[in-house]
């Protein structure tokens, strides 16, 4: 196996996965989003989504904050600095890795 594949082995696996890329990518650009933002941006099932969010929460990517907007009940998300930099780093290696493949051709 060449470099360049090789270094699609060392990428997060939790950020790789398409729905929890989308769900950093969308926190990346806002302050914070609520639940239904989240779910009407991503398209994904309110199953989905939460289990997503969980997922991103027990590594320390998004922190969550559940509330209430009067008598409803209100779920906040944000992107951590830990979230962040894990973000910054997976785009990195993802640009490496197209460029050492880009080269090769």
Request: net charge positive.
């Amino acid at each position: 196996m060449t470099d360049g594949l090789r270094s699609l082995t060392d990428l997060d696996r939790i950020i790789h996965e398409p729905a929890r890329l989308l769900i950093l990518t969308i926190l990346s650009g806002v302050v914070s989003a609520d639940f239904l933002f989240l779910q009407r941006e991503t398209g994904l099932t309110k199953g989905n989504l939460s289990a997503h969010l969980s997922r991103l929460e027990e590594t320390g990517y998004v922190r969550i904050e559940k509330t209430f907007k009067g008598k409803l009940p209100l779920t906040i998300c944000k992107l951590t600095a830990a979230g962040q930099k894990a973000l910054a780093k997976y785009r990195q290696q993802v640009q490496e890795f197209m460029k050492k493949t880009a080269d090769a051709n």
